[in-house]
């Protein structure tokens, strides 16, 4: 059994967050007055309104609970720091409040002030009065206290019965929730098994679908290159040929340039010839000439020498002249080939550049596509921990 000690204790913990609560004399007789447990104005936090028969946690069931519970207190609460002012004045002033009567509110103002003794009577008869007052007063206090105390035990007990109700009502629908429950829980489990299932199959479906999407992509890089190194040698195969076919062109103008000189040199041997035939034969003339004759024929020999030296001039400058016209067109189609060999560098060079482009470009996406398919498989797999995680918790829950 709690001592009186014990239970005052209890009170002033129950009590101690209640800043308007002053505890004392007068808060306990106000409490008395009231019909108020004391601790029954103890706040409560929303864990404390969960039972025993909840299977499952219900925060709008316990709001209820507390919002009920909350909303009876702080009307008590207000009944009894209004009586616990009354008390403190009687206190102030001097006056046993265990002497005044409790006044119900439909008896305020009715008999409420004491009538003084009337005047003439005598000190036996003042005193018999106020013993008698005095009497009443006992009497009055301990009606009032009967009354105080089966109206709190009445109230007690309609509150019992209607949290009896409560939470009958409210085990009925906690057993009817949980049956719900359970059943969706089942369904969604049946659910997810389906759905886990189909997203394997997908996973694996992606899988084999990347797998092959890979596969390809490196097939057709492979083609890539190998159209690359094809076209690479045949460059080079044909700046190999181009370079032995102006090797040769050159060697060809090279032997018609010797050749056109062979044939200069053998003209001009053959004019110094002719020149030295002539001058042989004008020189016999000129022995059986005399005279006139003489001079004439001189004069005609030098003439014809002079006639004959400005012809192979000529046809020497003619030569030249060919000779530079030769070389000419052999430099401009040096430089012809020469641009064109650079064209076709160039054009390698762009060509290699953009299949180096394109193999990076694709080499890219494959790291692209592998890095999404790995970011969907950890998201997949983050998924299915929460999942779980949230399943033990409700099952957790449950169990508790």
């Known amino acids: 059994m709690t001592t009186k000690l014990g239970r005052t204790q209890m009170i002033k913990d129950a009590l101690k967050d209640e800043p308007s609560i002053k505890l004392g004399r007068a808060f306990f007789e106000a409490c008395r007055r009231c019909g108020v447990d004391p601790l029954e104005l103890e706040p409560r936090t929303l864990k404390s309104f969960r039972l025993q028969t909840d299977l499952v946690y219900d925060e709008k069931q316990l709001n209820i609970r507390s919002e009920g519970y909350e909303a009876n207190r702080q009307k008590k609460l207000a009944k009894v720091l209004a009586e616990q002012e009354d008390v403190d004045k009687m206190l102030r002033s001097g006056v046993d409040p265990l002497l005044v009567p409790v006044q119900e509110p439909w008896l305020v103002g009715k008999d409420a002030e004491r009538k003084a003794p009337k005047p003439g009577h005598s000190a036996q008869a003042t005193i018999d009065a106020m013993v008698a007052e005095q009497a009443a007063r006992e009497r009055a206090v301990k009606e009032s206290e009967r009354a105080a105390l089966e109206a709190a035990v009445k109230r007690q007990a309609k509150e019992i019965d209607r949290m009896v109700l409560n939470e009958k009502a409210l085990a009925e629908k906690a057993k009817a929730a949980a ?174 550049e953009k299949a180096a482009d394109e193999a990076e470009e694709l080499a890219k996406q494959i790291k692209k596509r592998e890095d999404d398919a790995t970011r969907r498989a950890q998201a997949y797999e983050n998924m299915q921990t929460k999942r779980m995680d949230r399943r033990g918790k409700i099952k957790k829950h449950a169990a508790g």
């Open 179 to 352: 049956i719900k429950e359970a059943e969706k829980a089942a369904d969604r489990k049946e659910e997810e098994k389906i759905k886990e299932k189909k997203k394997k199959e997908d996973a694996a479906k992606l899988v084999t679908a990347l797998e092959k999407k890979r596969l390809e992509e490196i097939q057709a890089e492979k083609d890539l290159m190998a159209t690359l190194q094809r076209e690479k040698e045949q460059d080079h195969a044909s700046k190999a040929r181009l370079i032995e076919e102006e090797r040769d062109r050159q060697r060809k103008r090279l032997e018609d340039s010797k050749a056109a000189d062979e044939a200069a040199r053998a003209r001009r041997e053959k004019t110094e010839a002719v020149y030295a035939g002539i001058e042989a034969k004008q020189d016999a003339n000129l022995a059986k000439l005399e005279g006139r004759e003489l001079a004439v024929a001189e004069a005609a020999r030098v003439k014809g020498i002079e006639a004959a030296k400005r012809n192979a001039e000529r046809q020497l400058a003619s030569n030249e002249r060919i000779a530079a016209v030769l070389a000419g067109q052999a430099k401009l189609q040096a430089d012809k080939r020469t641009k064109y060999e650079a064209h076709q560098e160039a054009n390698r060079q762009r060509r290699e």
